[in-house]
């Protein structure tokens, strides 16, 4: 029998386009699939075609205005971006805590009337913070961590956003006692939001709370971290990723280098508002034995006279042309880390904020390629280490051998099968 499935993701490209993936998965088994929106990605999930409810999560502005929120709050960090993810606690990190509660305090005021129109047999949630209306509808719930699997906290691996090693023990303490400082007034007000509604409160540093029924975790099992409380599979599962389908993508003709190797550079809808750091990479590539096609979101007309093996566009078909490229230089998202894992494919990422940070470090330390700095290289560098990403036989079995386990399990269809079984039964049995 067709239920209806709800998908709440957070206003970013990265966990839209994930739950999108799994949406599609989930109508292929006869459900009908919509989702809760904040209004500035309404026309996003349209596009897809599926039925879109808007959600305020701030102060209702009109679409154009809020789909560029984030941006600008992006922009306007840019000088932060130099610093590492120690020193972006009390400024990045605690603005963005600041507009998350702000977010699931709008939410709030129309989370319940939307839930109450849709009627939602299961509600999924792809965000870092509880919305109480979710959890008090009385439907299960499921919770999708898009970002990296640290966001479900263990004291044996780093925490999340800090982009420490994993056994950097004494980076993991550091990090956890400066944050839990800078974020405990964002953290009290929560609590007092959380008691509004009847919720109890969260431990410090906390903002949500695994689901009872289910969590899906987007991360890839090869790059897994060793926990000192392993995951329960009845209520935690590994989706290896959620490579969505695309249109098909032609490489186009280069005017020069055009039987080269092809490198994709691409920092995100957001990360495209530092054009100063995609310039120089072009102007580094444009000297180098390579092609690029290089991402440059809204910004098309900050760039001219562009090297004859560089290709500028404003949108990629991403999960089309990475299978297509010998190499990746991205900012650490997770669709972008998780789909080059997919198609086994190496990546420099140089990070910049959120949890760019902790994929950065775990492509370096598990060999599926190189962590850099955003400023401070040279081309030697760079050159350097695209020589190593796309001649290395190491590396290159490394990447071969996590595309194969990726692949031979489908992240989307997975996630849709454990979601038909809660919706079904209420519980997941376990594989």
């Known amino acids: 029998m067709s239920k209806t ?19 599609q998965a989930v109508e292929a088994l006869g459900h009908r699939a919509v989702f809760l929106s904040d209004p500035g990605f309404v026309s996003v999930y349209e596009g897809y075609g599926f039925e879109a409810h808007p959600v305020n999560l701030s102060e209702p502005m009109p679409p154009e205005q809020m789909a560029k929120f984030w941006e600008d709050f992006i922009n306007g960090h840019i000088p932060n971006f130099r610093k590492s993810p120690y020193d972006q606690i009390d400024n990045y990190v605690k603005d963005c805590w600041t507009a998350i509660v702000d977010s699931a305090k709008w939410a709030e005021k129309d989370l319940p009337g939307v839930l109450a129109k849709i009627s939602p047999d299961l509600i999924c949630v792809d965000n870092v913070i509880l919305f109480p209306a979710i959890k008090r509808f009385g439907k299960p719930w499921v919770r999708i961590i898009s970002c990296s699997e640290n966001e479900i906290e263990d004291p044996k691996i ?10 950097d023990f004494s980076c993991h303490q550091a990090y956890r006692d ?22 109890a409160a969260y431990p ?7 689901s009872p029924f289910m969590n899906l975790l987007l991360y890839p099992e090869p790059v897994k971290f060793e926990r000192a409380h392993p995951l329960d599979p009845k209520r935690f599962q590994y989706l290896e990723g959620c490579v969505r389908k695309e249109k098909p993508y032609e490489v186009p003709t280069f005017a020069a280098n055009n039987d080269k190797p092809l490198i994709y550079i691409s920092f995100g809808s957001l990360g495209a508002g530092d054009t ?8 580094t590539i444009g000297k180098l034995p390579y092609r690029a096609l290089v991402n440059v979101g809204d910004y098309m007309g900050e760039y001219g006279d562009l090297p004859g093996n560089v290709i500028i566009d404003s949108w990629f078909p991403q999960p089309s042309v990475i299978p297509q490229v010998d190499a990746v230089i991205h900012h650490g998202g997770n669709n972008s880390f998780t789909e080059c894992l997919y198609f ?16 950065a470090t775990r492509v370096d330390e598990t060999g599926h390629g190189f962590k850099m700095p955003r400023y401070d290289w040279t081309d030697a560098d760079l050159a350097a280490k695209l020589e190593t990403c796309i001649n290395d036989p190491a590396m290159k079995a490394k990447l071969a051998a996590t595309s194969a386990h990726m692949q031979a399990r489908n992240g989307p269809q997975k996630a849709a099968g454990i979601l038909d079984e809660l919706v079904r039964t209420g519980s997941y049995a376990g594989a």
């Open 204 to 210: 410090i540093g906390q903002f949500f709370e695994a």
């Open 276 to 283: 100063g750091l995609l310039k120089r990479l072009i102007v």
């Open 344 to 359: 086994g494919k190496p990546a420099i990422i140089m990070p910049y904020v959120w949890d760019g940070h902790d994929n």
């Open 5 to 23: 499935i709800a998908f709440f993701p957070e206003a970013a490209f990265g966990p839209a386009l994930n739950s999108v993936g799994i949406a």
């Open 178 to 199: 400066r944050f839990n400082e800078v974020i405990k007034p964002i953290h009290d007000d929560f609590n007092g939001f959380l008691a509004e509604c009847g919720e």
């Open 158 to 167: 780093p925490p999340h956003l800090s982009g420490c090693g994993e056994k």
